[in-house]
């Protein structure tokens, strides 16, 4: 089992869709989270991190479950600068981010 | 600069060629990472320093490959005898601290022909 698993994706949305994006870590004593953003032929790029207590950036919504190792990234009213894939990443007790695989979403017009 | 920088942006290789891929993390950052991300994946981790210390280098994936980063700033990673596998992009990600967030250059394509 990889450490890291993601929705496989593609997701395709129109503009102004909901869209939810979950990830699943295996080691429990994983100790913090984020989601990256990967635009296509870029480097990934910190999108938020991801706190216990959920936390929001404008139309970004992130949650944490411990007892499930389970993260959740939620984007209102999606825009065509949205499309990229999405990556969940994990640090364990030490310096190391482990990502997953990544979700593609395409967002249209 | 203000980010990280990686140099070449692309590379050709023939197979059985060595290559050397540069980065240049951002000024006074202390942690260094470099990932390998394969078409279609996630990054996966190589190797870590801090400082001028390797402290971790158990994502190598076999003894053709190599980094170093002699004085604590530029990183070099070394690929001998590359293979067709080795195909990949190659990023390099910085941090100030140890547990911080972590900047990535643009990373490398290696191509193995």
């Known amino acids: 089992r990889k450490e890291v698993e993601q929705d496989p994706g593609p997701f395709n949305v129109p503009e102004g869709a909901t869209v939810a994006f979950n990830c699943t870590y295996s080691?429990?004593?994983?100790?913090?989270f984020f989601w990256y953003r990967q635009d296509c032929r870029k480097e990934p790029k910190l999108l938020m991190s991801?706190?216990?207590s959920g936390n929001e950036d404008g139309r970004f919504t992130a949650q944490l479950n411990r007892a499930s190792q389970y993260i959740s990234l939620l984007i209102r009213d999606s825009k065509l600068s949205d499309s990229a894939t999405y990556l969940c990443?994990?640090?364990?007790?030490?310096?190391?981010?482990?990502f997953g695989k990544g979700t593609l979403l395409t967002v249209n017009p | 600069g203000a980010g990280v920088s990686q140099s070449p942006r692309y590379k050709v290789a023939k197979r059985g060629q060595d290559v050397a891929l540069r980065c240049d993390p951002i000024?006074?950052?202390?942690?260094l990472f470099w990932y390998q991300q394969a078409l279609g994946q996630g990054p996966e981790f190589l190797t870590y320093?801090?400082?001028?210390?390797?402290?971790?280098k158990s994502g190598l994936p076999s003894d053709r490959f190599f980094a170093e980063r002699p004085e604590g700033s530029v990183s070099t990673l070394k690929i001998q005898r590359t293979q067709q596998e080795d195909s990949a992009v190659y990023l390099c990600?910085?941090?100030?601290?140890?547990?911080?967030?972590?900047?990535f250059g643009q990373g490398t394509r290696l191509t193995v022909v």
């Open positions: 990600a910085s941090s100030p601290g140890v547990n911080t967030e972590a900047f």
């Open positions: 320093f801090q400082n001028e210390a390797q402290l971790d």
């Open positions: 991801v706190y216990s």
């Open positions: 000024s006074g950052h202390v942690s």
């Open positions: 990443v994990v640090r364990g007790s030490n310096y190391k981010l482990t």
């Open positions: 080691n429990s004593a994983s100790q913090s």
